[in-house]
């Protein structure tokens, strides 16, 4: 039972992820993209990749709040996925709109503070997908949990690169922000301890299956 | 002052004609449009106010700017638009502004002037109107030739006689929240304001403009009448203009207002003033893939520069 929930849900957050990057090639192909596609592509990529390194970040703290522990695989791959549309995103804005013309990209980026903030939130996030397999896990031991605590300072910039690129409503990107940090406060310890004493919200779901729930807790990953 | 190139200005009874040829176009592919409607399209059809004939064929190689770009086709002009006072989707305003209502329309000129004057849009085009084909780069960093009928801004400015003191002309926009749903957000100072010099205003340059490709504009474009100052980034270039007035003190926009570390008085187009956000550098023109260089005053300094020629323009963005 269990494991069919993981893996549908892992099949449903698949395909979920996925669905995005299909609508948008399909948007191109039909011109249905405004007319100015280059720029509207960059901006729903880059859309894209927050709500999913959000997603992502989200997944730690629901399992420890409620115990739905069949949701940490979601983790890794809401985070690959996240990955993979910074890297479409940052693809887009060197390649194809700059079509890596390095003289128009030195005048004009290095000297925006938006650029910066989002390349080194995409280059953060580029050895965390690297290593985020079991076998870098076991080979990084402890180093690899520190290691993917970079993770929330790439949210934290990724945040600061959509408020410093909008033209001045900021409310969406600060929507995005504000959830980086809440869901990095669940995570400092004074918080957790508060934080723990909201378990009882785990009654409100009932473990139907007692003995598959033991059972994977008795087999940490 | 350099006298405005004449390639730029079309004698009227040249571009009456060239809108005959287009309307003959327009019913030659009028068979055609079904197949056009058929494309899948999520912009709309855009209304017309002059013909029956929805003209999406105008044929914008007959239309190029001085250097000889081809002007950017009427979907593009009408589809793409930012006009806050709606939505701040640049793709949702054709939609949201369609029942805009143009019509009455009165715009009050007053202020430092001899004879303060209230004109309807029928006033408006007893100004001899002219064909002017544009570039207009927005500060968002993308371009598009425009051909706009309109008449200098200084023809208006004469018949209404600035006295002495007057030394910059201040413009607002409609200020309708049940037509202009985006002004209910108090995110920005509504109404939209924004202002010139008297010599940029006075520029033989700088229109007012009352149609796009022959057609009286669409709500979008900035219905029934707007300005259009080709060498300034395409914010300065005031949309459904109610209000003109002359002025000593040097008006705040509402852009100013907003963000005045990023948006100035001036807002001349210059590749050397750098923008937080947007590259000042380079631009995409609507329609192509690969960018251009941003041109110094937008390709207008020949006309415009020396009107700066004082001003530290690093200072006065």
Redesign the interface.
């Known amino acids: 039972m269990t494991r069919l929930k993981k893996n549908g849900l892992l099949l449903f957050a698949h395909i979920g992820s996925l669905l995005p990057l299909a609508i948008l090639v399909w948007d191109w192909s039909?011109?249905?993209l405004?007319?100015?596609p280059?720029?509207a592509a960059t901006l729903r990529t880059g859309r894209f990749a927050i709500i999913l390194l959000i997603l992502s970040l989200a997944i730690t703290p629901i399992h420890s709040l409620f115990g739905f522990r069949w949701i940490i695989p979601l983790r890794k791959w809401f985070g690959l996925y996240a990955a993979m549309y910074v890297g479409i995103h940052f693809w887009l804005f060197i390649g194809?709109?700059?079509?890596y013309?390095l003289s128009?990209i030195k005048?004009?980026?290095i000297?925006?503070?938006?650029v910066i903030v989002g390349f080194f939130a995409g280059l953060i996030l580029l050895p965390l997908a690297l290593t985020s397999t079991r076998g870098w896990q076991r080979r990084l031991r402890k180093n690899w949990k520190r290691l993917h605590r970079l993770v929330y300072i790439a949210g934290i910039l990724a945040s600061i690169h959509f408020i410093?690129?909008v033209?001045?409503?900021i409310?969406v990107p600060l929507l995005y922000g504000g959830m980086v940090v809440f869901l990095l406060a669940l995570r400092i310890p004074v918080i957790r301890r508060y934080t723990k004493g909201l378990r009882f919200i785990r009654q409100w779901f009932p473990k139907r299956r007692p003995h598959s729930s033991s059972s994977a807790q008795s087999n940490p990953s | 002052m350099k006298k405005i190139k004449s390639s730029e200005i079309t004698p009227e009874e040249v571009y009456l004609s060239r809108r005959e040829f287009m309307k003959a176009a327009g019913i030659v592919t009028a068979g055609s449009l079904w197949l056009a409607a058929c494309?899948?399209?999520?912009t709309p059809a855009s209304p017309t106010l002059s013909s029956p004939v929805v003209d999406t064929s105008a044929d914008p190689s007959v239309y190029a700017d001085e250097f000889g770009d081809a002007a950017?086709t009427y979907?593009?002009i009408t589809?793409?638009n930012n006009f806050y006072e709606f939505t701040?989707s640049?793709?949702g305003v054709a939609e949201l502004s369609k029942d805009f209502i143009t019509s009455p329309w009165a715009v009050q000129v007053g202020g430092l002037v001899q004879n303060p004057k209230t004109y309807d849009i029928d006033d408006l085009l007893k100004f001899e109107q002219e064909e002017r084909i544009y570039r207009l780069r927005c500060v968002e960093a993308?371009s598009m030739v425009i051909p706009w009928q309109g008449f200098p801004l200084r023809s208006l400015l004469e018949d209404v006689e600035p006295m002495g003191n007057a030394k910059y002309v201040r413009f607002e926009t409609l200020f309708d929240p049940d037509q202009m749903p985006g002004q209910k957000?108090n995110?920005?100072k509504w109404p939209y304001v924004e202002g010139l010099r008297m010599d940029e205003a006075m520029n033989d340059l700088t229109l007012l403009a009352t149609g796009i490709y022959g057609k009286s504009l669409l709500p979008q474009n900035g219905a029934p009448v707007r300005l259009v100052v080709p060498w300034k980034y395409g914010f300065k270039s005031i949309k459904s203009i109610v209000k003109m007035d002359l002025v000593e003190e040097q008006p705040t926009s509402l852009w100013m207002a907003?963000?005045p570390n990023e948006y100035g008085f001036y807002a001349n187009v210059n590749p050397e003033v750098?923008h937080?956000?947007w590259?000042q550098?380079?631009e995409?023109r609507?329609?192509e893939?690969?960018?251009r260089e941003t041109l110094m005053f937008n390709g207008y300094a020949d006309e415009v520069a020396e009107m700066y020629s004082t001003l530290d323009l690093r200072v006065n963005y």
């Open positions: 039909q011109g249905n405004t007319v100015n280059i720029q194809v709109d700059y079509g013309n128009l005048a004009d980026l000297s925006k503070r938006y410093w690129l033209k001045s409503d409310r | 494309r899948g399209n999520e950017n979907e593009e589809n793409y701040t640049k793709t993308w957000s995110w920005y907003a963000a750098n937080p956000r590259s550098a380079s995409r609507i329609g893939n690969s960018r």
